[in-house]
């Protein structure tokens, strides 16, 4: 068992910059690939970032590149996603996810393991 806890999200102007942080409980941290969602309201979960279980694979949603930043920790039992230039669009609860086994790693249906979520507000 896994849980997760995300924190870091708060309501920023457009142009700036969040760090997101997951914390995660358990001894087997550095098995799981890591994941970054998002949800806006009215719209589905979707995927912007992922992370494999020892690094250095990254992978981004086209919308985030050159953006976002996901890392991790294992040392810490910590991922996150560091949010350069917000967007009004980037606006949703931003979700961490861990995965023991991925092949698409974007679907949600391939993690194991979720967190709460935390807002992140962007204004324009």
């Known amino acids: 068992q896994v849980q997760l806890v995300e924190s870091g999200g708060e309501l920023v102007q457009a142009g700036g910059s969040l760090r997101l942080s997951c914390v995660a409980s358990?001894?087997?941290?550095?098995?799981?690939?890591m994941g970054w969602f998002r949800q806006a309201p009215g719209k589905e979960r979707e995927f912007v970032a992922a992370?494999?279980?020892?690094?250095?694979?990254?992978y981004y949603t086209d919308s985030v590149k050159g953006r976002f930043t996901i890392s991790r920790d294992n040392a810490k039992n910590t991922v996150y996603l560091r949010m350069n230039s917000l967007k009004p669009e980037d606006t949703a609860v931003y979700y961490c996810a861990a995965a023991r086994i991925w092949i698409v790693r974007t679907v949600p249906a391939e993690y194991d393991y979720w967190g709460q979520g935390t807002q992140v507000t962007v204004s324009s």
């Open positions: 358990g001894r087997t941290f550095s098995s799981y690939g």
């Open positions: 992370i494999s279980a020892r690094g250095p694979a990254t």
